[in-house]
């Protein structure tokens, strides 16, 4: 059985940085995009960032382009997510998912079978 597991969230003050890990236990992870989703109170799950299955290829929301980025450790089962410039509106529980054999970055919920229990960001301003 798969799982993962979220870690690295916490509280923060605009403009600090956290960094999130999902460590993946089960299963090799090489056969397995992965995808950090966030759920703000009041407001749907939504993709955050992405990276294909050889790490090649990456996806950010408009939302933390340029600030988070993703990448991913077969060696060590994990994949990670740096976030660089938080601001209030990052605040959200942050979870990994993985999809499994995809070649390519997807953005939407359902394609993805696997999911950790999620880990909060509180960003204060």
């Known amino acids: 059985q798969m799982t993962l597991r979220e870690s690295g969230g916490g509280l923060a003050q605009a403009g600090d940085s956290l960094r999130l890990s999902c460590v993946v236990s089960g299963r090799p992870i090489n056969n397995y995009a992965f995808g950090w989703f966030r759920r703000a109170p009041g407001k749907e799950r939504e993709f955050v960032a992405g990276?294909?299955?050889?790490?090649?290829?990456?996806g950010y929301a408009e939302a933390v382009k340029g600030r988070f980025t993703i990448s991913r450790d077969d060696d060590e089962n994990t994949v990670n997510l740096q976030m660089n410039t938080l601001v209030p509106e990052d605040t959200a529980i942050y979870y990994c998912?993985?999809?499994?054999?995809?070649?390519?970055?997807?953005?939407?919920?359902?394609?993805?079978?696997?999911w950790g229990q999620g880990t909060q960001v509180t960003v204060s301003s």
């Open positions: 998912a993985a999809d499994y054999l995809s070649p390519i970055v997807r953005r939407l919920v359902d394609p993805y079978s696997h």
């Open positions: 990276i294909n299955r050889n790490g090649g290829e990456t």
